[in-house]
């Protein structure tokens, strides 16, 4: 049933709210500096909300006050009541984000920062679809970007607080918007709760909810619930004197309590189980909290010998937590008079965290089917952070931690029509073209990202809006598929793109072919290879077969250009096939990953060296290594096949960070910030420059440029020549020799 704690800023009838007796409890054990923050804070909060009212025509000074008090019961550090006071001062013409940080610091304004961009959660829940599987798709979609979008789980926490006192508010809303913030609350915010383990919420938040949706059968269940109060509390109050004594006689110090109950969880166990409310064993419940593990399941042994357990009803939650680390033990047992009741077992550290979840480990003094276990796995590396907080002292370690450990492989952006959209971190709009619709991504010309035009190589950022600039004609670049050039992240992207340029004509993909190796050649100074004997080598029968290949996508130029390594830089010393770890498999390359297999490559896509590779274990005949494009590989990698493992190319020498001078000459029509952007793509492929020598010709405003680079490896020459020849300006790049 929803409770709300006895605070003085909830006065009682008739009598107005004690701010004074409230601050100076929240504040008494604060160091003099915490104290004065969260006093200028409120001085600021009133000037600015003095002249407005909440929905309830109280003073709105005391809705930020209540959040703040909401997280002041969490435990929460000083500066999260702080931003909890402030939390809607810059909406207000007069304060900026930047007079927050000049007075209350960097973390505070932060946090303010991060609350204000969380209400685009209304605008994004209300262009949901009304089909309810893709609605539930959509609820689904927001809570994993809402999580992803905050830097610092504490701007969800003052959230979640906002919320709350928002649904504590609900009657004097009219009742069509009572159920619109209500529905909310069911599919963001309490599962939300849940997932950050902070059940204190979570269950007041599921409790309102239920009364304004289904107010008949919450009226009902709470008549039930307090008609049966006092015979209930009475029974439950003999039980806990009775296991109070079995316990103290086995040396067992515990603390053995009636246990509330929530209308939400009786309500949903009805649905999920057909059962009426007399065949409810929990809303009889006792729970024992002790100091260890070991006690817990003494405890449990005590109950069962002293009561008939349930056959069917026992969980442990201890051994198995739940996605969210809950533990405790469960058991349902027949006591006194027949009577079926719940007890549950739990340490007292399993308590707070089952109260305050991810709450309890930021204070800095000190059911869908179709889940995606990935990311749930990844929600639950938040309730390790007890054992984070031990690791790292700094609170800052602590925070960047927590941002690197979660969501960090994967993106969530929207379309323009608010519907969330999942991919790979280091997507680009391209990928999200292709995401969307096949023929969307063939067509894309440009893309926007909040209303401004972006390169097709713009790296998404979470809570991005995209919006995809098309053209009437499929038309997708073989530069697409060019990895150097970054247009795109995903393997289903880039096959589709492949699989289109399949279909065009053969002649137009000798011509287009033709074009992309003698560009190659020309920047590696490879002027007098011969092509026959290239062909041969690629084991193409013809140059037209190869030109083909190179057209289609089915061959790039990197991977021949490979070929050509040692001409390039000098040999390096071979190690012995034996090293762990590594598998020879062809042509003097090895298989980094596969220690003491036996490994082929696959007939299907005829992986060479330098492929993106992956392995896949068979039965009898050891690792067979795959393109990681063949659509057998896709295919695999779509189901989550377990047999698929992790390989990629090793040269037979040694892994060192040997270097080797290699000069390259630029070209170009002289522009102001060219050698800028040159030095820009050398940098950022982290290779150093030794040498630069720059010539300008003033008569045809044309610039030679020589350079010498310490080049580690060819994908590295080969990327930053590709790179250098795609600048505006530039008509020429190539290798020196």
Known sequence: M????????????????????????????????????????????????????CISGEPYIMHVLTVADILADLGMDTEVLVAAILHEVTEHKGVKIENIRK???????????????????DTLYN???????????????????????????????????????????LDYLPIEEQHKVARRTLDLFAPIANR??????????EDLSLRY???????????????????????????????????????????????????????????RKGLNFHQIFDVRAVRVMVNSVNECYMTLGIVHSRWQPLRGEFDDYIANPKLNNYQSLHTTVIGPEQKIFEVQIRTYAMHHNAELGVAAHWCYKEERSDRDDNFEQKVAWLRQLPKWKEEENDAGDFIDRFKSEVFEDRVYVLSPQ????????????????YAIHTELGHRCRGAKVDNRIVSLTYLLKNGDQVEILSATQERPSRDWLNPNLGYLKTSRARAKVRSWLKKQDTEQ?????????????????????????????????????????????????????RIFNDQIFPKKVSIPSTATGISKIKDGFYINGIEGLLSLTAGCCKPVPYDPIIGYITKNRGVVIHRRDCSNALQWQDENNERLIEVDWSQPELQTNLTYPVDIFVRAYDRKGLLRDIISIVTNEKINIIATN?????????VKMTMTLEVGNFDQLSRVLEKIDNLTNVTEVSRKI
């Open 103 to 121: 007075q209350f610091g960097e973390n505070v304004s932060s946090l303010v920062e991060g609350v204000t961009k969380m209400k685009i959660v």
């Open 509 to 561: 993909h000798i011509k287009a072919g033709r074009i992309l190796l003698e560009r190659e050649l020309q920047r590696l100074n490879l002027k007098e290879l011969k092509l026959e004997q290239l062909a041969q080598l690629l084991k193409f029968s013809s140059i037209e077969e190869l030109f083909t290949a190179l057209g289609r996508g089915d061959t790039s130029t990197l991977q021949i250009a």
């Open 196 to 205: 950050l383990g902070i059940g204190q919420i979570k269950w007041e938040l």
């Open 2 to 53: 929803v409770s709300v704690k006895n605070s003085p800023l909830i006065p009682s009838f008739g009598s107005e709210p004690n701010i004074s007796v409230w601050l100076h409890r929240t504040i008494k054990d604060k160091s003099l500096a915490e104290r004065q923050a969260v006093v200028e804070a409120c001085t600021l909060a009133f000037r600015i909300h003095s002249n407005q009212r």
């Open 694 to 702: 720059t010539i300008t010709d003033k008569t045809d405003n044309q």
């Open 213 to 271: 949706l289904e107010p008949d059968t919450y009226q009902r269940m709470a008549k039930l619930l307090d008609e049966r109060r006092i015979d209930r509390e009475s029974y439950i109050q003999q039980v806990v004197n009775t296991l109070e004594a079995e316990l103290k006689r086995a040396g067992i110090v515990a603390e053995v309590t009636g246990r509330p109950k929530h209308i939400y969880s009786i309500w949903r166990k009805m649905q």
């Open 418 to 433: 608010g519907k969330v959209i999942d991919l790979p971190q280091g997507s680009t709009p391209l990928d999200f073209a």
């Open 127 to 169: 262009k949901t679809s009304s089909d309810n599987q893709e609605e539930d798709d959509q609820s689904e979609g927001l809570r994993r970007m809402l999580l992803a979008m905050v830097e610092d789980v504490r701007v969800m926490l003052i959230k979640l607080a906002d919320h709350l006192h928002n649904m504590r508010l």
